[in-house]
């Protein structure tokens, strides 16, 4: 799913966006905005795939948000939404992917979606993709501490885990867990591999932050963190076949994917919980 956010400040008008983007069943419209302000503050929290902004914001230029939307992801793909067509050549100045005119048609808005699925197709290639506002060689990976308001930025290694679960993103460490909007593909591409696994659709974990993994059935494991809150994670029957066999070629104890056992792999434990 692309995931867009609105700036638009009429309510009516905002709404049957939303549904007709909605109804290509591509879109997920992740917020929406009435101002420059608010969606400059929206953009930097959620960091969208889309931008769909209206030109005509009340005390604002449209093209001037856009340019500062820009400042912040020079990738980010913008549509402008207008009742006026004389601004579309400046639109595409700005490489807009796309100038949809009011009143708007839902197979005008189909054919923005088919050109937004192309632009981050190009985007998105494992040479070139970012994550976010991340560049490519960007070695840190954003996160916010809702309850300190605080930015804290994050080493790979620093990531025990990233679970995805009611529409956001967890990224699992030693002692926090943060709540992001980052795709769990995205950041698959980003940590590049070992240590880190993809053991189900919903989530990657770190190998070496394993204190231990339960085997108690047929292709079903139970991986146990070693943070501060011992978390627990299922592997799905694709995952725990990746798994095993990742415990076999690291010569583990065969008990531990025969049986009810466990396989301790402690390193990055013993790292960050140096009295245990």
């Known amino acids: 799913m692309i995931r867009a956010l609105l700036i638009e400040d009429e309510p009516l ?21 009435i101002s420059a302000d608010e969606g400059l503050a929206l953009f930097a929290q959620l960091h969208p795939d889309v931008v769909f902004i209206d030109l ?4 604002s230029d449209g ?4 340019q500062q939307l820009r400042r912040f992801s020079p990738q980010l793909a913008i549509v402008f939404v207008t009742g ?12 807009a992917v796309d100038y949809l005119l ?5 197979d005008r808005v189909r054919q923005t979606v088919l050109r937004l699925e192309e632009r981050l197709r190009n985007y998105h290639l494992p040479e070139t993709f970012t994550i976010a ?23 790979k290694m620093d990531i025990f885990a990233a679970v995805h679960r009611d529409r956001k993103t967890f990224i699992y460490t030693q002692q926090e867990q943060y709540p992001t909007y980052y795709s769990l593909l995205n950041l698959e591409h980003w940590l590049k591999g070992m240590p880190f696994l993809r053991i189900s659709r919903s989530a990657i974990i770190n190998l070496e932050a394993i204190e231990k ?29 990746l798994l095993a066999s ?6 583990l104890p065969s008990s531990s994917i025969q049986s009810i056992k466990t396989a301790v792999r402690a390193n990055l434990c013993k790292e960050k919980n140096p009295s245990s």
Do not use: M, W
């Open 13 to 33: 008008a905002q709404e049957y966006l939303r549904r007709l983007l909605h109804e290509t069943e591509k879109i997920e419209v992740v917020a929406s905005a």
């Open 56 to 59: 005509r914001l009340a005390g």
């Open 63 to 66: 093209f001037a948000l856009a």
């Open 84 to 95: 006026y067509s004389d601004k579309a050549v400046a639109a595409f100045e700005l490489a």
């Open 102 to 106: 009011k009143p708007l048609h839902s």
């Open 133 to 155: 506002n991340l560049r490519p060689d960007e070695e840190r990976l954003v996160v916010k501490n809702i309850a300190t308001d605080t930015i804290k930025l994050l080493s």
């Open 213 to 241: 993994i339960i085997h108690y059935g047929d292709r079903l494991y139970q991986v146990h963190l070693c943070d501060q809150n011992h978390t627990i994670i299922e592997a799905s029957r694709s995952g725990a076949v």
């Open 246 to 251: 990742h415990l076999k070629n690291h010569r």
